[in-house]
């Protein structure tokens, strides 16, 4: 609204200056890491920073153990055979081959799934020594109707 002063004119801009509020000092937007660092330092957010910073600590602490003193992987040798292999050829190949040193020969699957069938030879290699394995894989490889031998670490 706009009225006529007692001087009879209208307000010119220096009227209206002295009344409008203060303009503001526009500041250049802060980087993402110094209010980061801000928030982090803040006294009102201390008590969260603190429980992060020690939940934290405490999954890398659990992290490194579970490598460090964690079991070992389960390591396991499955034998290969042509499609062709019967069944009294694969048993052969298991009687031919048996446990040498730590690499176990691991006992025949009774279930009947399609993998217990097509690979049923498996030896745990686990705490084997490369000369354990090596015997192992010269002996299967030296058998017919074998195609190969491949190693599985547990969770592969």
């Known amino acids: 609204r706009c ?3 007692s ?16 303009a503001r000092v526009r ?14 330092t803040d006294r009102r957010h201390r008590r969260w ?11 890398t602490a659990f992290g490194v153990y579970v490598a460090v003193a ?4 389960r390591i396991e040798a499955v034998v290969y055979f042509t499609a062709t292999a ?3 050829q694969k048993e052969a190949v298991r009687a031919a081959c048996p446990t040498a040193g730590q ?11 399609e993998a217990s069938r097509v690979y049923p030879l498996r030896y745990d290699i686990t705490f ?9 894989y010269r002996c299967v490889h030296a058998q017919s109707n074998v195609i190969g031998i491949s190693e599985f670490r547990a969770g592969e």
């Not at 001087?7 to 203060?22: C, H, K, L, M």
């Not at 084997?128 to 192992?136: L, N, R």
């Open 3 to 5: 009225e006529i002063s």
């Open 7 to 22: 001087e009879g004119r209208f307000p010119t801009v220096s009227d209206v200056a002295d009344t409008a509020p203060p």
């Open 27 to 40: 500041r250049p937007p802060e980087s993402v890491t110094a209010g980061l660092r801000r928030t982090l």
């Open 49 to 59: 920073v603190v429980l992060g910073g020690l939940a934290f600590a405490a999954l």
């Open 70 to 73: 964690g079991p070992s992987p």
């Open 86 to 88: 019967t069944d009294a």
């Open 103 to 113: 690499a176990v020969q691991e006992v025949r699957d009774h279930n009947t799934t």
């Open 128 to 136: 084997a020594s490369p000369a354990d394995k090596a015997m192992i």
